[in-house]
């Protein structure tokens, strides 16, 4: 029995060894036939194993590979190196990581990376080191060919009569051209220290170029900044920088190129225009025929009154009024006395540009982003950043533009149309409409939270029949100027044709009364100044007797509808609104309002 125990567990044993066996023979084959070379070496640095791939490549025996027999495929100009380094690994028991060039049984010398770690024991003792080689002579080459390359490039940048300097990727001067030297005075030492901005920016500009730069940077892609830095003869001068990446075949960001233009000559004539622009601005404002702000009454005070109290601030304001009583005028006033005076104010009829080219108009495009579009455009607000810009007929904008809009008033950003990049403007905004902005919200042709945004400051401007006592003013006002330009003399004023001036209703407002007055003006042969009283009628066309009963009916209508507005100061609902004193629900009111086209806010008191 015994001995049966015996040999069943030498049958066991023996299958147990002959399964180790068959499992190391496995991982032999692994091991020897796996691309990469591995190896491993006793804890003095001596190889201990090397696998066949290796054997194969360098085409050494198998004995001589062991011991320290290695060093003699590894080529020349590296070994010293390469022993040094890996001793110093063995020493400090770590891993580590190292490059040299290694002989293939060709003769052919190939770059290779070297990647060792320790096995250690409990007491952190080494037991062994296991080892891999990697071919890297792809990369190696590449790497030379961007060295040889850069070599090229400084020769070569070195003649260019313009300052040029090369960033790594986190935007680290690594080296800068002839040019820039010769225009700063540094020294290339100079150049690549941490404090060469700081020494070589403008104080007033460093913080701003470097957000931009920052930004720019983290973007990836061309950008631009303006600033301005020393030369070496101490004179700070503006300079144009251009950044642009430079990246290798698979996307990844080697340098950034920054080249630098001087363009002081052309902020100096900028800054030349500007002031020119300001005191013409001035002469303008001094001398241009503004009718309507001509005048003294008092719904024309309170507007005034409004727009010196608006003006020195950067509130969005809201002009409402009807056709031709001079919204954009008084907009004009509000920039002129407001601290932007000295940059753009940029007008913009949004009922003037059809709806699918409004958002090109007002944020611009870039190349491509539609038929048509074959350069990049600048929109409105970019013209107008650091100045005003003047919507007039907002209640026209499409929804989309809105929501755009509506974006710019809230963030001051937006981005041009077929773009990705983020503007951002320092724009105020003055808002006009002869719509009923209210009636349009509730209809949902206007965006409530922009009507809100817009708002902010309204101005309702009096049509010209609420300033009945100004009619004298502005007409010999006019008469003045159409005469002139006409080179004429006007000096009386017919008393029937002053009467019938201030008789008419003038539902142009001022914009009908300039026009009657320089046609009178024109056809007129002496004085006194007259006009025909055809030209202040208004044509009816023939309808039937239930026509003209229906008109009457609506014009009686109207006529009750404005007188309780004017009694209740242009409010609609309410125990004290409109709709109350005439018994009629608010609803019903407010379609009459739309149906007969009452411009309720007139009887607002402002």
């Given at each position: 029995m015994f001995e049966l125990l015996q040999i069943s567990e030498g049958h066991e044993l023996s299958d147990a060894l002959e399964k180790l066996g068959q499992e190391a023979a496995r991982l032999q084959t692994v091991i020897d036939t796996v691309p990469s070379f591995l190896w491993t070496s006793l804890p003095d640095g001596s190889k201990e194993y090397l696998n066949k791939r290796w054997y194969e490549y360098t085409g050494l025996p198998l004995?001589?590979?062991?011991?320290?027999?290695?060093?003699?495929?590894?080529?020349?100009?590296?070994?010293?190196?390469?022993?040094?380094?890996?001793?110093?690994?063995?020493?400090?028991?770590?891993?580590?990581?190292?490059?040299?060039?290694?002989?293939?049984?060709?003769?052919?010398?190939?770059?290779?990376?070297?990647?060792?770690?320790?096995?250690?024991?409990?007491?952190?003792?080494?037991?062994?080191?296991?080892?891999?080689?990697?071919?890297?002579?792809?990369?190696?080459?590449?790497?030379?060919?961007?060295?040889?390359?850069?070599?090229?490039?400084?020769?070569?940048?070195?003649?260019?009569?313009?300052?040029?300097?090369?960033?790594?990727?986190?935007?680290?001067?690594?080296?800068?051209?002839?040019?820039?030297?010769?225009?700063?005075?540094?020294?290339?030492?100079?150049?690549?220290?941490?404090?060469?901005?700081?020494?070589?920016?403008?104080?007033?500009?460093?913080?701003?170029?470097?957000?931009?730069?920052?930004?720019?940077?983290?973007?990836?892609?061309?950008?631009?900044?303006?600033?301005?830095?020393?030369r070496k003869d101490g004179q700070y001068r503006w300079l144009l920088l251009r950044y642009n990446p430079f990246h290798d075949e698979q996307g990844r960001l080697l340098r950034w190129y920054a080249t630098g233009t001087d363009i002081d000559d052309r902020k100096r004539g900028e800054d030349r225009t500007r002031n020119e622009n300001v005191a013409l601005r001035e002469d303008i404002v001094r001398s241009s025929m503004f009718e309507e702000i001509v005048g003294s009454s008092e719904p024309l005070r309170q507007v005034m009154d409004q727009v010196s109290k608006v003006a020195p601030t950067d509130s969005t304001v809201l002009v409402l009024g009807e056709t031709g009583t001079g919204k954009e005028l008084i907009a004009r006033a509000i920039h002129n006395q407001s601290k932007r005076s000295n940059r753009a104010f940029i007008r913009v009829n949004c009922a003037a540009i059809p709806a699918s080219l409004i958002a090109s108009e007002l944020f611009g495009h870039e190349k491509g982003s539609f038929t048509g579009a074959t350069q990049r455009r600048l929109g409105r607000f970019e013209s107008a950043d650091g100045g005003t810009i003047f919507l007039d007929e907002v209640g026209d904008l499409p929804a989309e533009t809105q929501v755009a809009l509506l974006r710019v008033l809230q963030e001051r950003e937006f981005e041009r149309v077929g773009g990705s990049q983020t503007v951002t403007v320092d724009v105020r905004v003055i808002a006009a409409t002869n719509r009923d902005l209210t009636s349009a919200v509730a209809e949902g042709?206007?965006?409530?939270?922009?009507?809100?945004?817009?708002?902010?400051?309204?101005?309702?401007?009096?049509?010209?029949?609420?300033?009945?006592?100004?009619?004298?003013?502005?007409?010999?006002?006019?008469?003045?100027?159409?005469?002139?330009?006409?080179?004429?003399?006007?000096?009386?004023?017919?008393?029937?044709?002053?009467?019938?001036?201030h008789a008419y209703d003038w539902p142009g407002n001022i914009r009908e009364l300039q026009n009657v007055v320089e046609r009178a003006v024109i056809l007129s042969e002496g004085e006194p100044f007259f006009i025909d009283e055809a030209w202040l009628t208004r044509a009816t066309p023939k309808v039937d007797a239930a026509s003209v009963l229906t008109t009457d009916l609506a014009e009686r209508e109207k006529a009750m509808i404005e007188n309780a507005l004017r009694e209740a100061e242009g409010l609609v609902s309410g125990p004290a609104g409109a709709a109350a004193k005439l018994g009629v629900p608010r609803q019903t009111l407010e379609s009459k309002i739309r149906k007969l086209g009452i411009n309720r806010h007139r009887f607002k008191i402002s």
């Amino acid at each position: 029995m015994f001995e049966l125990l015996q040999i069943s567990e030498g049958h066991e044993l023996s299958d147990a060894l002959e399964k180790l066996g068959q499992e190391a023979a496995r991982l032999q084959t692994v091991i020897d036939t796996v691309p990469s070379f591995l190896w491993t070496s006793l804890p003095d640095g001596s190889k201990e194993y090397l696998n066949k791939r290796w054997y194969e490549y360098t085409g050494l025996p198998l004995e001589q590979g062991k011991g320290w027999g290695w060093k003699v495929v590894v080529h020349p100009d590296d070994l010293d190196r390469l022993v040094r380094e890996w001793l110093a690994l063995v020493e400090a028991r770590k891993p580590g990581e190292l490059e040299t060039r290694i002989r293939r049984y060709d003769g052919e010398y190939r770059w290779f990376l070297i990647r060792i770690v320790p096995q250690l024991d409990s007491g952190g003792n080494v037991v062994r080191w296991f080892g891999s080689n990697t071919d890297i002579e792809d990369r190696k080459r590449a790497e030379t060919k961007l060295l040889e390359d850069e070599r090229e490039f400084r020769r070569i940048t070195d003649a260019i009569p313009q300052t040029i300097v090369v960033l790594d990727p986190s935007g680290n001067a690594l080296y800068a051209n002839q040019e820039m030297l010769d225009y700063t005075g540094l020294s290339m030492e100079d150049v690549v220290a941490l404090d060469f901005r700081a020494r070589t920016y403008h104080p007033e500009d460093l913080d701003r170029v470097r957000e931009e730069r920052k930004a720019g940077l983290a973007r990836g892609l061309p950008f631009e900044i303006e600033q301005r830095a020393r030369r070496k003869d101490g004179q700070y001068r503006w300079l144009l920088l251009r950044y642009n990446p430079f990246h290798d075949e698979q996307g990844r960001l080697l340098r950034w190129y920054a080249t630098g233009t001087d363009i002081d000559d052309r902020k100096r004539g900028e800054d030349r225009t500007r002031n020119e622009n300001v005191a013409l601005r001035e002469d303008i404002v001094r001398s241009s025929m503004f009718e309507e702000i001509v005048g003294s009454s008092e719904p024309l005070r309170q507007v005034m009154d409004q727009v010196s109290k608006v003006a020195p601030t950067d509130s969005t304001v809201l002009v409402l009024g009807e056709t031709g009583t001079g919204k954009e005028l008084i907009a004009r006033a509000i920039h002129n006395q407001s601290k932007r005076s000295n940059r753009a104010f940029i007008r913009v009829n949004c009922a003037a540009i059809p709806a699918s080219l409004i958002a090109s108009e007002l944020f611009g495009h870039e190349k491509g982003s539609f038929t048509g579009a074959t350069q990049r455009r600048l929109g409105r607000f970019e013209s107008a950043d650091g100045g005003t810009i003047f919507l007039d007929e907002v209640g026209d904008l499409p929804a989309e533009t809105q929501v755009a809009l509506l974006r710019v008033l809230q963030e001051r950003e937006f981005e041009r149309v077929g773009g990705s990049q983020t503007v951002t403007v320092d724009v105020r905004v003055i808002a006009a409409t002869n719509r009923d902005l209210t009636s349009a919200v509730a209809e949902g042709k206007f965006r409530q939270d922009l009507f809100y945004r817009l708002n902010v400051f309204p101005i309702r401007l009096p049509a010209l029949r609420e300033r009945i006592s100004d009619i004298s003013l502005l007409v010999g006002y006019l008469i003045d100027r159409y005469a002139q330009k006409a080179g004429k003399k006007i000096r009386n004023i017919d008393p029937k044709t002053m009467e019938l001036f201030h008789a008419y209703d003038w539902p142009g407002n001022i914009r009908e009364l300039q026009n009657v007055v320089e046609r009178a003006v024109i056809l007129s042969e002496g004085e006194p100044f007259f006009i025909d009283e055809a030209w202040l009628t208004r044509a009816t066309p023939k309808v039937d007797a239930a026509s003209v009963l229906t008109t009457d009916l609506a014009e009686r209508e109207k006529a009750m509808i404005e007188n309780a507005l004017r009694e209740a100061e242009g409010l609609v609902s309410g125990p004290a609104g409109a709709a109350a004193k005439l018994g009629v629900p608010r609803q019903t009111l407010e379609s009459k309002i739309r149906k007969l086209g009452i411009n309720r806010h007139r009887f607002k008191i402002s």
